[in-house]
């Protein structure tokens, strides 16, 4: 084992902890949606109709997405400006800051409607007589799930290879990996046109759980940070005894 691999991987301060948790609750506005917005398909609606522009209570919503952004552009910074400079690691890092800034893209460019729920509104989307921001909204939105996989990929792999991290070393790429499956499955829904609702919630769900795993593994490192201070003060304390 080389001398990178014995390296921690640095400590965080705890508001980066917090705003990861944060970002994480955030993204889970949408499970407000059986009860604010009842009259969407929970079993065939886009999750993304929720926001959209014509809906009641959008706004919660597009403000869970750019909160969830923000945040998460902040705990990449964080981590990038404090922890271990490692090529996976750094990657990783850029590459939830990417999540960040497309979830943002999500909020600014909602849905004009919801297709599941107007036929007027399927019928203008299929035609093509929707707007900039309804068009590039699927790009923002495929580009969320893409930059998050990338970033637990990348981070489950730096915390094998440096022996940092824990849990993501244990539960990263079984998250990613779940991800891509429900990503496949997400395409099959979407040819049936049967169930993309259902994929979609469960999706946002371990991305959801991605981030947590990830606040875990910040927080286990400066957790065990503290124990080794007070341990060695207490060594130092016993010797000056």
Known sequence: MNSDERDGPGIVPAPVIVLTVVAALAYATFLLGSVLNPDLDFFNGYVSELSAADQPFHYVYSAGD????????????GTLRKLT???LATA????????????????????DC???????????????HVSFSHQLHAVTSSAVIICWLAALVLLSLA???????PALARWGRRLALTQTVLAACTLTAMYMGQWLGVVQRVQICVLCLGLLVIARALYTDRRDAAHAARDVAAAR?????
């Open 66 to 77: 750019l909160v969830t952004g923000v945040l998460t552009i902040l705990v990449a910074l």
């Open 85 to 87: 400079r490692r090529p």
């Open 92 to 111: 990783g890092w850029t590459f939830l800051g990417l999540f960040g800034l497309f979830a943002i893209g999500d909020a600014v460019f909602p849905l």
């Open 114 to 128: 919801a297709p599941s729920l107007d036929t007027w509104c399927a019928l203008r989307e299929r035609s093509g």
């Open 159 to 165: 915390a094998s290879r440096y022996g940092w991290w």
């Open 237 to 241: 304390e016993r010797a000056r005894l």
